[in-house]
Nanobody
Framework: QVQLVESGGGLVQAGGSLRLSCAAS????????MGWFRQAPGKEREFVAY????????NYLDSVKGRFTISRDNAKNTVYLQMNSLKPEDTAVYYC?????????????????WGQGTQVTVSS
């Protein structure tokens, strides 16, 4: 089993920044491919970003490219999501996810483990 705990959410004005963290335990972190998803009220959970085990490969939702950066520190068992130039439409609960599958995916159904989520609210 893998436990994921997110932190770093909060209320920020449009144009501001937040950094989300997700601490993992229960399995060798470097064996996990990691992703961030988000879910706004009344909407489905959507892919935001993923990162390979080594951190070399990343991918992003088009609307966050150039504003968000996913990274990981395998020594600290932690994945991060740096969010800059935040917009009101980024408001959502953000979830960290992990997969043991051999491919990186934007499909939430390919992820085995999920955190409890952290709220991000961007005011206009």
């Amino acid at each position: 089993q893998v436990q994921l705990v997110e932190s770093g959410g909060g209320l920020v004005q449009a144009g501001g920044s937040l950094r989300l963290s997700c601490a993992a335990s229960g399995r060798t972190f470097s064996s996990l491919r990691m992703g961030w998803f988000r879910q706004a009220p009344g909407k489905e959970r959507e892919f935001v970003a993923y990162i390979s085990r080594s951190g070399v490969i990343t991918n992003y939702l088009d609307s966050v490219k150039g504003r968000f950066t996913i990274s990981r520190d395998n020594a600290k068992n932690t994945v991060y999501l740096q969010m800059n130039s935040l917009k009101p439409e980024d408001t959502a609960v953000y979830y960290c996810a992990a997969t043991t599958k051999v491919i990186l995916s934007t499909d939430r159904n390919e992820y085995d483990y999920w955190g409890q989520g952290t709220q991000v609210t961007v005011s206009s």
